[in-house]
């Protein structure tokens, strides 16, 4: 078995047929993680014969992440390359080799993409630029995006990833842990398509991430003295 896309879902009827398409295509085995949706999402998925994990109640896409991280640990031993892909399309499928190359070329443990800032709406621009500034100050990296969701690791990154937040830091405990234990990191760039405005949440958004970025970012400065 060659690369698998674990695509956590939570009521994407709408689109969970064509994310299953599309990733198809490029070669990539998709592992639904059905964080409890309350639609046609499980049934739909299933009925494209692809494995889906099924969580009765909604838990977040950090705990569907571990879900799926385990799932391969424990049952697919040949699988050493894993792509994280949202089930809302906001990323492109075609674009996953560009993620997964680095992996197989043995010159990353964990590559994320990168946003072309010119096409993020301004107050996700405001809020990803002060998170990465910090971020990059904190933990003594140069990442051109700390926020972004496509990613690919290898099978040993994973077992490294041990704490996947919930809510909006999932990227930034990704990368925190990815530090912590100096695997390497690269990115690429990415195209993103945004779909949904969630500018009624930003506040509670940019400030949970940018605690998150402060404390974690002293407890790794204090534990380098």
């Known amino acids: 078995m060659g690369s698998i896309a674990i695509v956590p879902a939570f009521n994407e009827e709408n689109t969970i047929k064509e994310v299953i398409s599309r990733l198809r295509k490029v ?17 739909l998925a299933k009925g494209l014969g692809v494995t889906v994990i099924k969580h009765e109640n909604n838990k977040g896409k950090g705990e ?15 699988v050493n390359y894993i792509l994280i892909f949202d089930a809302d399309m906001q990323y492109k499928a075609e674009e996953s080799e560009k993620i997964l190359q680095p992996l197989k070329e043995n010159k990353a443990d964990i590559v994320m993409g990168y946003r072309n800032w010119k096409e993020v709406p301004i107050a996700n621009k405001i809020g990803n630029s002060i998170w990465r500034i910090l971020f990059n100050y ?29 809510g ?7 990368l925190r842990d990815a530090v912590k234990n100096e695997l390497r990191i ?36 204090l534990s380098k003295i």
């Open 186 to 221: 690269k990115q690429v760039p990415v195209t993103v398509t945004y779909r949904k405005k969630r500018t009624l949440h930003f506040a509670r958004m940019f400030f949970g991430i940018l605690i998150f970025i402060i404390v974690e970012g002293i407890k790794y400065k």
């Open 168 to 174: 909006y830091i999932i990227e930034n405990s990704m």
């Open 64 to 78: 569907a992440l571990k879900t799926g991280f385990n799932f391969i640990l424990k049952n697919l031993p040949n």
């Open 27 to 43: 070669k990539i085995t998709p592992i639904i993680v059905d964080d409890g949706s309350t639609d046609q999402t499980y049934k």
């Open 138 to 166: 904190f933990f003594d990296v140069k990442l051109k995006d700390t926020n972004c969701g496509f990613i690919g690791l290898t099978r040993n990154a994973i077992k490294k990833i041990e704490n996947v937040h919930g």
